[in-house]
């Protein structure tokens, strides 16, 4: 709030403000000040957990990207304010976030691919059941099993497809390139799915298992005052963090469209996935189990919590991932504008100050006597 005198622009000290106003005003414009200041201050970010109001200060970078930890608890990417998803850039989690209908349809068609063949004539998918190589669409027409061709223009029988002489009489179908009916890639998109899945689930069971953890470490804590428990907690993070890292890399292995990069995307993952084992080894069955925490073993798994950092991040800067994406050159180029703005509007308070400092010269030196 500035003076309120015609072209005067000096701020009113709070203490005035605070006197003129009432408590609840105050308590109000005071939560405005500091929205206002955090909101206009480079580098520093509210939490975007509900109803958490704390202010993130010094993002923690992780290979290419960087995220903010609230002490919450809440990681969030430092560009996008969403979950932290390193490495995959904030369009293509967004993408996945938001459950674009391409991947309810290629999770339908990956299904068909297993399950079903389409009928030749009107291509309705079917799903066979025991039975006999002789299939019936409810369109009326009549096929083989084994090569869709149809029935009774080959030399084809219930028991036996004689185009393909390999095919076994299964439910589930076997597809030929002559076919040319589904796309294979659904089938390894499906895969890929799963695999995202089953490494949401194993985030999800990490933190299962990390409560006898936290509850051990309580237990020690408050019967030997001597144990730190910084060392465990740091292990507990950096496995929580690959666990993280991973899932996300299969997000992006899934999105992935390149077979070069997939190699190398596929074999990062598997890197990581190899670190974290004896890390998990060391802290559920070491410390958990055999309640083992002497000076050698924390030191022991100090050395390899340091290793699997270091290991990440080599992994993280591999050429897989260590990419400058779009959002990133967008948020630094908004970071600019905006530190050129700030300037621009230093420059013109500086003027008006000058000028109104000139005037009140001008206006006193000529006053009569």
Not at 32 to 60: M, Q, R, Y
Not at 179 to 198: M, P, Q, W
Not at 276 to 288: A, M, R, S, W, Y
Not at 332 to 351: G, L, N, T
Request: charged fraction near 30%; proline fraction near 4%; charge should be neutral.
């Amino acid at each position: 709030i500035h003076c309120m005198r015609q072209g005067c622009t000096s701020p009113v000290p709070d203490e005035i403000i605070q006197r003129l106003v009432k408590p609840l005003i105050w308590e109000k414009y005071e939560k405005f000040l500091s929205k206002h200041f955090i909101e206009n201050t480079k580098g520093v970010h509210w939490c975007p957990a509900p109803g958490c109001d704390k202010v993130i200060s010094e993002p923690v970078v992780e290979g290419d990207n960087l995220v903010g930890e609230c002490t919450c608890g809440l990681i969030f990417c430092w560009y996008c304010k969403k979950l932290a998803h390193t490495p995959i850039t904030c369009e293509e989690y967004a993408f996945w976030e938001e459950e674009n209908p391409e991947l309810g349809l290629a999770l339908l068609n990956a299904w068909l691919y297993q399950h079903t063949k389409p009928c030749p004539k009107c291509t309705n998918p079917i799903e066979k059941n025991d039975g006999c190589f002789h299939m019936s669409c409810r369109c009326g027409f009549q096929f083989c099993w084994g090569c869709r061709k149809q029935w009774g223009t080959s030399t084809c029988n219930s028991g036996a497809c004689n185009t393909y002489t390999d095919v076994e009489l299964s439910d589930k179908p076997v597809h030929h390139k002559e076919e040319g009916v589904y796309n294979n890639t659904d089938e390894e998109r499906f895969h890929r799915l799963e695999k995202i899945k089953e490494f949401f689930q194993a985030e999800e069971q990490q933190k299962s298992r990390d409560i006898p953890v936290q509850k051990l470490i309580d237990k020690i804590t408050h019967k030997d005052g001597l144990f730190s428990p910084k060392v465990i907690n740091t292990a507990r993070a950096t496995i929580a963090q690959c666990r993280r890292i991973i899932k996300c890399i299969a997000i992006k292995i899934y999105l992935c469209r390149s077979p070069d990069m997939l190699k190398d995307i596929i074999a990062q993952q598997e890197r990581i996935n190899q670190l974290i084992e004896g890390l998990v080894q060391k802290v559920e069955v070491e410390f958990l189990v055999k309640e083992n925490y002497d000076m050698k073993m924390m030191t022991s798994i100090q050395q390899l919590t340091n290793n699997v950092t270091l290991s990440l991040h080599n992994c993280l800067m591999s050429d897989a991932f260590a990419l400058e994406t779009e959002e990133k050159k967008k948020e630094k180029e908004k970071e600019k504008k905006k530190e050129k703005e700030k300037e621009k509007e230093k420059e013109k308070e500086k003027e008006k100050r000058m000028t109104n400092k000139s005037k009140t010269q001008n206006h006193t030196s000529i006053l009569p006597l």
